[in-house]
Structures are given as C-alpha cells and as structure tokens.
C-alpha cells in the first residue's frame, strides 16, 4: 500500500479573557516576579473561568483552524483530543467536541500522553490519513490545568496556565507535510509528575480531597534533568530519519514548559534564538495545547513560510517524549 503524503492543512488557537500575572501570584504564594521570570521565563498565563472546560477552549481553536483549512465540522472523519483535563472522565472531551462542532460524520476519542499528547496525536492523525483510511482528522490540544493547580503551592503554581491550540490534518502536495514522528515514553518515571486522586487506583474521597490528592504533583528538578536530556535528542532522531540534519530548521516549535529548558535544546542544535518559537512568557506551561498554539500565532505572525522545516518538540508526564518533522 503507497502511503500519501499528510500535513496540516489549517491551525487555530485560543486562550481564555482572564490573565494571572506573576505579580498576582506575590499575593497568593511566597514568589516574586524575577524568581519566576529568572527561572521560567513566565511573566502571565491565561486561565478558564468556572464556566470554561476543556472542550470549551477546543471549540473555539478548532473553528478557527477548520475555517484556516478552508473545510466545516461535516467534513471532519475524525477528532483527536489530547489533554490530561478532560471535561469528564468519560464521555471524551473528543465527543463533547465533536457535538459542540456538530461533526456528525467525525469519530472521536481523548488521548494521554500529558504534554506530549498534541505529538501523539498528530502521529495517530497522519496515520489514518497517509493510509488513505480518513481524508480530514482535526488534533487538538486542549487544557484547563488551573482547575487541578493547588493554588498554595509555589512549585507547581507559577507554571500552568489553560488554553487550546488545534490543526486540521489532510493529503498535502507530494514532498510537503510529515516527514517524521518520534515517539517515546518511560513509564517508570511515572510517579515524577502526575495526579493521584480520582482514578481507579485512588478513588475522590473526602480523604483525598483534604489531602489535595486531585491537584498536580510534580518533582520539578527531575523533571527538568529529564527534559534536558531528552528534547534535543528527540529533535535530532527526528531530523535523522527525515533524512536531514539540525542545519535544516527553519523554525524549532518546542514544548513550553521552561525557558531554560527551550535553551539548551537551542544550544544541542545549533540554533540562533530567531529559529525558535517562544511565547511561554504569555501562556505559561499549557501541556497538550503548547505546541499547537506556539505553532499557530508562529503561523499567524508569518514565521511559517511554504516549504520551510519545521521540528516540533515535546515532553512530559508519563514519562513521554515525541517529536516530528514537518516541511510546511
Ligand atoms: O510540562 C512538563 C513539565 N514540567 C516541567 O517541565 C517543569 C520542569 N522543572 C522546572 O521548570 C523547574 O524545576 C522549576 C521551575 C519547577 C523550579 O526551578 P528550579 O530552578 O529547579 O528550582 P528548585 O526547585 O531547585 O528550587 C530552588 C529554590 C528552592 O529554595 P532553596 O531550597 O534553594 O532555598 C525553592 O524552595 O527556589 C525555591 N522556590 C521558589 N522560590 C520562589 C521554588 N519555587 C519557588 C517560587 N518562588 N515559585
């Protein structure tokens, strides 16, 4: 079976009205605005109103990046969402999206693989389309991570922020599109960053509740090794089996996480700050949607032109890595 050639067709993205800046977190935790910006790189991040979920923010991405791609809802085969903040355990967000769109023809399932989750998706997306199975699949990356952020705690409260970046998947011109995925994952890092309330293994009781077992748990200087060491060699292994080498980007688009973390993937591959996408300092640490949205407002701002190499890289929970590349 000949495979076609699959690349994104349209990007949207969007991030809730209210904005939580560092000086906002001074009166909630014992921080300060250079600590953070010295550390992170973060200076704001949006956050959902009580109103908002997931699929909330995910509509509003979608429809922006289904006009882009010039198709509606009902052309739509498929919805992937990745988030680690579903609306409801189940039915998916996927679902709830696919009703919200009305994409009456589209199936739909969630993903998890944490902040790596857009990556996944995009991998299960280009899949179905090269194997001529479905001819449009909408990926969306969509979080609320204020809604199980403990606002007391430093560690964690100073990097999460919610939106919602989206990109419709379809045939593209022979040369064009997905050259490469690299995906990955190291369960036994698990326990490094995750939620322990509310599953199977650790049923919501008031107990868990109390004890703030619904709230992110994270060993941030783990995590941040970890990160180093894995997000300029998920690049690299991309680029070699797209047969091409660091000297060929044009535009890095990596997971949001830590400005630091951003810039020793910068210094592995070689690359001046102008190649590479940075807009966490608006956004924060948005897991699934911070690639997406990086890769839309880059996209936006005219940083993406027709044949330019693009290499998306990301990291996080599970453990879990991925990256891809694409020529535009
Ligand atoms: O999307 C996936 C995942 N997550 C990540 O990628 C996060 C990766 N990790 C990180 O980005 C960094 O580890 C953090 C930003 C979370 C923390 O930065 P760090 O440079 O690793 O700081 P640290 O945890 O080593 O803490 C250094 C000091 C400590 O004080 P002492 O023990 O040296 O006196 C902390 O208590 O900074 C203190 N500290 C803070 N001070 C002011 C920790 N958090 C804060 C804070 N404000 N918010």
Same mark, same amino acid.
């Given at each position: 079976? !000949?495979?076609l050639?699959?690349?994104?067709?349209?990007?949207?993205?969007?991030?809730?009205?209210?904005?939580?800046?560092?000086?906002?977190?001074? /009166?909630? %935790?014992? &921080?300060?605005?250079?600590?953070?910006? &010295?550390?992170? *790189?973060i200076?704001?991040?949006?956050?959902? =109103? +009580?109103?908002?979920? =997931?699929?909330?923010?995910?509509?509003?991405? !979608?429809?922006?990046?289904?006009?882009?791609?010039?198709?509606?809802?009902?052309d739509? +085969?498929?919805?992937?969402v990745? @988030?680690? @903040?579903?609306?409801?355990?189940?039915?998916? @967000?996927?679902c &709830?999206?696919?009703?919200?769109?009305?994409?009456?023809?589209?199936?739909a399932?969630?993903?998890?693989?944490a902040?790596?989750?857009?990556?996944?998706?995009?991998?299960?997306?280009?899949?179905?389309?090269?194997?001529g199975?479905?001819?449009?699949?909408?990926v #969306?990356?969509?979080?609320?991570?204020?809604?199980?952020t403990?606002?007391?705690?430093?560690?964690?409260?100073?990097?999460?922020?919610?939106?919602?970046?989206?990109?419709?998947? $379809? /045939?593209v011109?022979?040369?064009? *599109?997905?050259? !490469?995925?690299?995906?990955?994952?190291?369960?036994?890092?698990?326990?490094?960053?995750?939620?322990?309330?509310?599953?199977?293994?650790?049923?919501?009781?008031?107990?868990? #509740?109390?004890?703030?077992?619904?709230?992110?748990?994270?060993a $941030?200087?783990? %995590?941040?090794?970890?990160?180093?060491?894995?997000?300029?060699?998920?690049?690299?292994?991309?680029?070699?089996?797209?047969?091409?080498?660091? !000297?060929?980007? +044009?535009l890095?688009i990596?997971?949001?996480?830590?400005?630091?973390?951003?810039?020793?993937?910068?210094e592995?591959?070689?690359?001046?700050?102008?190649?590479?996408?940075?807009?966490?300092?608006?956004?924060?640490?948005?897991?699934?949607?911070?690639?997406?949205?990086?890769?839309?407002?880059?996209?936006?701002?005219?940083?993406?032109?027709?044949?330019?190499?693009? #290499?998306?890289? *990301?990291? *996080?929970?599970?453990?879990?890595?991925?990256?891809?590349?694409?020529?535009?």
């Amino acid at each position: 079976m !000949s495979l076609l050639p699959v690349g994104v067709l349209g990007t949207g993205r969007y991030a809730p009205e209210k904005v939580l800046t560092n000086h906002d977190l001074e /009166q909630m %935790v014992e &921080t300060n605005d250079e600590w953070i910006v &010295t550390r992170t *790189g973060i200076r704001e991040r949006r956050i959902a =109103s +009580d109103q908002e979920a =997931s699929s909330d923010l995910a509509f509003h991405a !979608s429809e922006i990046a289904l006009k882009n791609a010039g198709i509606t809802a009902e052309d739509l +085969d498929l919805i992937i969402v990745a @988030t680690i @903040t579903p609306d409801n355990f189940f039915p998916s @967000t996927a679902c &709830t999206l696919q009703t919200k769109l009305n994409a009456r023809k589209a199936a739909a399932f969630d993903l998890s693989a944490a902040c790596s989750g857009f990556i996944y998706g995009l991998a299960n997306a280009s899949n179905f389309v090269a194997s001529g199975i479905y001819k449009y699949v909408l990926v #969306v990356g969509a979080e609320c991570l204020s809604k199980i952020t403990d606002y007391t705690d430093r560690n964690t409260c100073i990097l999460f922020g919610d939106g919602a970046g989206a990109v419709v998947i $379809g /045939q593209v011109p022979e040369g064009r *599109g997905f050259k !490469s995925f690299v995906l990955g994952a190291d369960g036994s890092g698990g326990e490094l960053l995750h939620l322990a309330g509310g599953g199977s293994r650790c049923p919501s009781t008031l107990d868990t #509740v109390t004890e703030g077992k619904h709230y992110i748990y994270m060993a $941030g200087r783990e %995590v941040f090794k970890f990160a180093v060491r894995i997000m300029g060699g998920a690049a690299e292994e991309a680029l070699s089996k797209a047969g091409l080498d660091k !000297s060929d980007i +044009d535009l890095l688009i990596p997971h949001q996480a830590n400005r630091r973390i951003i810039e020793s993937a910068m210094e592995r591959l070689d690359l001046p700050e102008e190649k590479c996408m940075i807009n966490l300092h608006k956004y924060g640490n948005v897991s699934a949607a911070s690639i997406p949205i990086a890769l839309a407002e880059a996209v936006e701002e005219g940083r993406v032109r027709e044949g330019d190499c693009l #290499v998306l890289v *990301g990291f *996080g929970g599970g453990l879990t890595w991925g990256a891809s590349v694409i020529i535009w």
